[in-house]
């Protein structure tokens, strides 16, 4: 049952695409833009982008997604990306 929990623990970034995905769906019915349509539509990538990483970590515990090595690459490029992930880390329950 930990491993189901620690799924859930920290910043991943399918908390970030759910909640883009919920503000492109309230623009898409407050507007009803294309600017909002792409707002959901990056948003519901970024989360199953997630989701498919750690379905398939489940197998394969290296595999890291497209978007993982990105962010990884910027963490290491950018210090407020550092920052930010800290401060995220201890919101979301991870501490530091």
């Known amino acids: 049952m930990s491993e189901f929990k620690d799924m859930f623990?920290?910043?991943h970034h399918y908390y970030l695409g759910l909640l883009l995905?919920?503000?492109g769906f309230f623009l898409?019915?407050?507007l009803s833009t294309?600017?909002?349509l792409?707002?959901?539509l990056?948003?519901?990538?970024?989360?199953?982008?997630d989701f498919y990483q750690h379905a398939r970590q489940r197998s394969d515990i290296v595999y890291r997604s497209p978007l993982h090595r990105l962010y990884g690459y910027l963490y290491m490029?950018?210090?407020f990306i550092r920052r930010l992930?800290?401060?995220i880390d201890r919101v979301f329950g991870r501490g530091v």
């Open 9 to 11: 623990r920290g910043f």
């Open 21 to 23: 995905l919920l503000i």
């Open 28 to 30: 898409l019915w407050l």
């Open 34 to 36: 294309w600017i909002a």
């Open 38 to 40: 792409i707002i959901s």
């Open 42 to 49: 990056v948003g519901g990538y970024i989360c199953g982008d």
């Open 77 to 79: 490029k950018f210090s």
């Open 85 to 87: 992930n800290k401060l």
